[in-house]
């Protein structure tokens, strides 16, 4: 399946990408958008392109084949990008993406346990290093754990029914087993939404410390920008974008002081600014095109 760069237009406008910037996508996937950031700041722009997945990185690599003297390729968490930046010279970048959605090429791909309409082991790693997989959390979690993931990570509110139905189910092997026994116990849901839509969202989460790892890259990106630089950001659900906008709008205040302080004391300036302050979300025609893109939001800030 051919992945399809969400918001990628409005990606490239909004990072001000132009001939010869510096630009840092910390979330490469298969280089949708890296290759239209590449094209844009041609002829001597350059790209650092970041990926946790090694296999986004073997296929970014096939696909920037044609820019490869202006783009370094990283096996590496976003989680160390400043390190990243400052051993390949991208220190004070013109502008920094994080695509935080799973790829096409993730979801389709055989054996990675990511879709929950194909048979899989029950894995749902980024990094395939990375030894604990979702079947660990599955059948070696206590339910109240399990119960706090799904709530918490999936905002599932039949979170409790659906671990006691875990618990008592293990040990659970695959894909389609565990959807088979969440449906089941989540019951019926209202509009299109598939019953194990949230669980398995709160699994891989939870995997993959995916709210860790982005409250650690955007501090990280905001102090890594120079002045003018611009860092966009496209989330997929409320957890992620909750946590983006709560982070960009605090780097945007002034005092951040408690509200009945009396005098500021926490010497805090703005660090950017949002750009604009609503986020941005794709087109009729895009969500058409491509119905992934339904839920994404886009939100921008500048450094001052």
Sequence with gaps: MTHTPVLCREVVEAL????????????????????????????????LALDADPTAIEAATRRLEPYRGRVVLLHQSYTAVAEAAREHGFLKPDGVLMDLGLSSLQLEAEGRGFSFQREAPLDMRFDQGQHFTVADIVNGSPEEELTRIIAQYGQEPRARRISQALVRSRPIGSTLELASIVARAA?????????????????RIAVNGELEALEAGLNQVIQLLGAGG???VISYHSLEDRLVKTTLRQASLGCICPPKTPACICGHTPEVRLVPRKPTTPSHEEVQRNPRSRSARLRVAEHL
């Design 230 to 232: 611009r860092l966009a």
């Design 187 to 203: 019951g019926r849901t209202r509009g299109r939404l598939h019953p194990a839509t949230r669980t398995f969202q709160s699994l």
């Design 16 to 47: 001000k990408a132009g001939p010869g910037g510096r630009y840092i996508d910390c979330t490469v996937g298969p280089g949708g958008h890296a290759l239209a950031l590449l094209e844009a700041t041609e002829p001597t722009g350059r790209l």
